[in-house]
C-alpha cells in the first residue's frame, strides 16, 4: 500500500492557461474525492466518484472545471482558462466504500497550483 | 448545510501544557466526526474519529468526545510535545459522503 499519490506537486501556470492533476487513490479504493484548499482554509468539496461514476459536483465546480476517473482507478482535474482565483492546493482522497467499511478518506500530498 | 466550526487559532502553548481545541458543528442527521491534522510540509492524516454519540476517539494521546447534546467535537491532550506542531481541522460526514472541514487551528508548541 503506497497510499495516495498526485501528480504534479506543483504546477504554475499562466493565467488562461489549461492544467491537468493526476490523481492514484489506493489500490482497492472504490471511491474518490477532490478538494480545494486555499491558504489558511479547511479544505473545500469538490467532487467524488465511486467507480466510474461521479457522483456529486460542489458548485464550486465551474464549467471550467472538468474531471473524470474513466476506469475507476486514477482521476484526473482539470482547470480549463486558469485564473488567478484558482491557485489553491488541490487535495485528491480515497476511500474504501460499502456498508461494512468505515468511509476513511487517506488524502494525498496534494497538488500546488499558482496561476500567474 | 452542514457546517463545522473550530476555535480560531494560532495557539501557542508551552509543552507539557494541557490542550483544548474548540469544534463545533451543524449538521442535520447524525454525521460522523473526525480531527484530522497536517504537520508541515505534509498531508492531511486522519487522527481520529468518532460515528455516533458519545463515542470517544483516542489516538497519540489526543482526544475528542462526540457531545450531540452540545454538538461538539472538542480536541483535548493532556501534555503537549513540540511535535504536536501542526495545522488541526475538524470534519464531518454523512455516511460516505464528502468531508465538511472547519477553517483549521495552527498549533505552536515552545519547548
Known amino acids: 500500500d503506497t497510499g495516495v499519490s498526485q501528480n504534479p506537486r506543483h504546477k504554475i501556470t499562466k493565467r488562461g492557461q489549461n492544467v491537468t492533476f493526476r490523481c492514484d487513490p489506493i489500490?482497492?479504493?472504490?471511491?474518490l474525492y477532490w478538494y480545494r484548499q486555499t491558504l489558511g482554509q479547511g479544505p473545500e468539496f469538490l467532487t467524488y466518484?465511486?467507480?466510474?461514476?461521479?457522483?456529486?459536483k460542489s458548485r464550486l465546480l465551474s464549467d471550467r472545471f472538468s474531471a473524470e476517473r474513466p476506469k475507476g482507478s486514477f482521476s484526473t482535474l482539470e482547470i480549463q482558462r486558469t485564473e488567478q482565483g484558482d491557485s489553491a492546493m488541490y487535495l485528491c482522497?480515497?476511500?474504501?466504500?460499502?456498508?461494512?467499511?468505515?468511509?476513511?478518506?487517506?488524502f494525498g500530498p496534494g497538488t500546488r497550483l499558482t496561476v500567474t | 448545510g452542514d457546517s463545522v466550526t473550530q476555535m480560531e487559532g494560532p495557539v501557542t502553548l508551552s509543552e507539557e501544557a494541557f490542550l483544548t481545541i474548540n469544534c463545533t458543528y451543524t449538521a442535520t442527521g447524525y454525521p460522523s466526526l473526525f480531527w484530522y491534522v497536517q504537520y508541515p510540509g505534509e498531508g492531511l492524516q486522519l487522527l481520529l474519529k468518532a460515528t455516533k454519540a458519545d463515542d470517544k476517539g483516542s489516538n497519540k494521546g489526543f482526544e475528542a468526545t462526540y457531545r450531540k447534546e452540545t454538538t461538539s467535537f472538542h480536541l483535548e491532550k493532556g501534555s503537549v510535545q513540540v511535535s504536536d506542531s501542526a495545522v488541526y481541522f475538524c470534519a464531518l460526514s454523512q455516511g460516505a459522503q464528502k468531508l465538511v472541514f472547519g477553517q483549521g487551528t495552527r498549533l505552536t508548541i515552545n519547548p
Open positions: 466518484f465511486q467507480n466510474e461514476a461521479q457522483l456529486e
Open positions: 482522497a480515497s476511500s474504501l466504500g460499502g456498508p461494512r467499511n468505515s468511509h476513511e478518506q487517506y
Open positions: 489500490s482497492e479504493h472504490n471511491r
